[in-house]
């Protein structure tokens, strides 16, 4: 089965890291994407960029409406994803344990949704 693993949370610290902070985040990174390599569990990820680079689309009673910035007004917000192929959603959950993210969200992928 496959599961997307959202890194959620607060995108300030992140904006306000300097390069060391950095540099120590993308290392976690990496040994987080090693182990899952090691497991044959890692489809695919990536970081995204800052919620305020989203542009949100409604639709509303015919009409589209297209707005600058995420759609949720709140501070945690979706920074990436990393796509796996787990077992079960107990193996799932013990991969989303090992990433480097306070908060992760995960969810299935229906069978033949996603590559």
């Known amino acids: 089965m496959k599961y997307v693993l959202f890194a959620v949370g607060d995108e300030r610290p992140w904006a306000e890291a300097g390069p060391e902070e950095r540099e120590r985040v993308y290392a976690q990174w990496g040994a987080f994407e090693r182990m899952l390599h090691e497991r044959g569990a890692h489809l695919g990820g990536n970081e995204l960029a800052h919620s305020s680079t989203a542009t949100t689309i409604r639709k509303d009673g015919g009409r589209i409406l297209v707005t600058d910035g ?46």
């Open 70 to 115: 995420p759609y949720a007004e709140t501070v945690e917000q979706i920074s990436g994803y990393v796509l796996v192929e787990a077992g079960s959603l107990e193996e799932a959950i013990e991969l989303a344990t090992a990433m480097p993210s306070d908060e992760v969200e995960i969810r299935p992928v229906p069978a033949g949704e996603a590559p």
